[in-house]
């Protein structure tokens, strides 16, 4: 069989599907399912909420249709699953929203399809948990009547210059002939190429450290800013120096937050608990990274007083994206709201609507002068639209998390701050 010529079914229409989806339709007749109906409305009108897609490249997308009926999705021989896995409020792997998935996928197979996973999971969950709940929904023999891939997805929200063609596919596949014909589909589109994992559980295992490691790197780097600041000396200053070596790996310090940095070492903990093994420098990272908003809080907190006005710039996970899952910016807001600090919140990136429905946080424009101001997510569009010292006095006080401007606010001798 060619599966070349078959129509591609991309489950779940996020940062990762949706991009796909635009990308494989250059190629192929292309469904885009997603269960949300408002998402799909809004794909229909050419928008994007998440930003990763333009109008003209929806509307350019003549092979790509976008459905939230099942019944749309029936007889394909080709499944991409992109949906979401994040953790629970013990950060342990939510795994629920991948199994509804498999279950709707396997309604739908027909004998020979093949069904390839891009979620981030932990090494094992692709053939012992996916493929038997698919089973069990078509009636279908795995690696029979039915196959899986693993394909990690490496798109980077917000990233216009690496897009999903520019970045190397690692695939895998349930048999050696199932694994040449994904990456048979994967090259169609992707002009840094396709790199064959051994196994389903090494391309499962891959994805997950890459997270993991950056996550380690950044926690590495907030540890030495914490210190610096004891030693008072600043960490930007440190990393000036140190970076003029070739080999040294230039990581920021900052809150560390999103669905995946923040959550995919939950899940390599998860599966090392299972097996026996030590996650000693994963958990160790993660601990540091997810104590920042309150080691931040802690220090504004010294600089200011109940009664000053204060203005915090961002609540998304992440600069120049929408995205407020699992967001420390949206941390640090409610640790000022819940002590009564007279705080707004201005982020023009984001959904209102989503903030104060996840975090019951309301956002504002600023107005007036702030006693302080934090910048917590430095959104481009923000500081090219608005001159930020309109609303300073000589004696505000500017905490800086990011450190991106240092030079901006320093020049004119304000009382500024960061890690």
């Known amino acids: 069989m060619n599966y070349l010529n078959k129509k591609i079914v991309v489950v779940g229409l996020g940062y990762v599907g949706l991009p796909l989806a635009v990308r494989l339709s250059t190629y192929f007749d292309v469904i885009g399912y997603d269960i949300s109906s408002s998402r799909i409305s ?6 994007d909420k998440t930003n990763e897609v333009s109008k003209k490249e929806l509307k350019q997308a003549k092979k790509l249709s976008f459905t939230n009926e099942s019944h749309d999705i029936q007889n394909q021989y080709i499944y991409i699953v992109t949906v979401p896995t994040p953790v629970n409020k013990m950060n342990l792997p939510d795994l629920s929203i991948l199994k509804a998935a498999c279950k709707v996928v396997g309604k739908n197979i027909k004998n020979q399809s093949i069904i390839i996973f891009e979620s981030t999971v932990y090494p094992g969950v692709t053939e012992k948990i996916c493929a038997p709940i698919i089973s069990k929904e078509s009636k279908l023999v795995y690696n029979k009547n039915f196959y ?10 917000g990233d216009k210059k690496h897009k999903v063609e520019d970045i190397v596919k690692v695939v895998s596949g349930s048999t050696d002939k199932i694994t040449k014909i994904i990456g048979k589909i994967y090259k169609t589109i992707i002009k840094a190429g396709v790199f064959y994992a051994k196994s389903i559980e090494v391309a499962e295992t891959a994805k997950a450290i890459e997270n993991a490691q950056r996550d380690i790197n950044i926690a590495f780097i907030n540890e030495i800013s914490l210190l610096c600041g004891k030693l008072d000396i600043s960490i930007y200053d440190v990393l000036d120096a140190a970076k003029t070596k ?15 940095i923040g959550v995919d070492p939950y899940y390599l903990a998860h599966v090392a608990k299972k097996v026996k093994s030590n996650a000693e420098v994963i ?15 802690k220090k504004i907190v010294k600089l200011i007083t109940l009664k000053s006005r204060v203005l915090q710039i961002g609540i998304s996970f992440k600069e120049n994206v929408p995205d407020i899952r699992n967001s420390k910016a949206a ?8 002590k009564k600090y007279n705080l707004d919140i201005y982020d023009p990136v984001v959904d209102k609507d989503e903030v104060l429905s996840a975090y019951n946080i309301s956002l504002d424009n600023p107005s007036g002068k702030y006693d302080c101001i934090i910048i917590t997510v430095p959104h481009k569009i923000i500081f090219k639209d608005k001159n930020f010292k309109q609303f300073l006095n000589k004696s505000s006080i500017i905490f800086d998390i990011t450190g991106n401007y240092r030079n901006y606010f320093t020049k004119d001798k304000y009382n500024y701050f960061s890690l």
């Open 42 to 47: 809004a794909l229909r009108q050419y928008s």
């Open 148 to 157: 899986i891939g693993y394909s990690p997805e490496r798109i980077n929200p």
């Open 331 to 338: 941390e640090l807001a409610s640790m000022f709201i819940k």
């Open 246 to 260: 070739w080999n040294f790996l230039d990581f920021h310090p900052g809150l560390v937050g999103g669905h995946c």
């Open 283 to 297: 958990l160790a990272g993660r601990r540091i990274n997810d104590k920042m908003a309150n080691i931040i809080f």
